[in-house]
């Protein structure tokens, strides 16, 4: 059983940093695609970034050049590193494993003055 466990997060003034780290287990990671996801009070959930096995990457347009993921093969752990955050970033940030189907319980992070 695949599981997904999100640590980081929190509450940062507009220009700020965050990073928020996904722990998987239950699965050879190294060997599948991972993905970060947010969901805004009101909105859809969106994907925010994705990394391949070999560790090309995608990412929403709106967090292009803000936002870096990344993935540690040894930790079984794929992070989002958030820099020059907005207001419109706060959302529930999700780690998510695409090819099982799986996703963490979520973490919240707050962009606000």
């Known amino acids: 059983q695949v599981q997904l466990v999100e640590s980081g997060g929190g509450s940062v003034q507009p220009g700020g940093s965050l990073r928020v780290s996904c722990a998987a287990s239950g699965m050879i990671f190294r060997f599948y695609p991972m993905a970060w996801y947010r969901q805004a009070p009101g909105k859809q959930r969106e994907l925010v970034a994705e990394i391949t096995a070999s560790s090309n990457t995608n990412y929403a347009d709106s967090v292009k050049g803000r936002f870096t993921i990344s993935r540690d093969n040894a930790k079984d752990t794929v992070d989002l590193q958030m820099n020059s955050l907005k207001p419109e970033d706060t959302a529930v940030y999700y780690c998510?494993?695409?090819?099982?189907?799986?996703w963490g319980q979520g973490t919240q992070v707050t962009v606000s003055s």
């Open positions: 998510h494993a695409p090819r099982q189907g799986s």
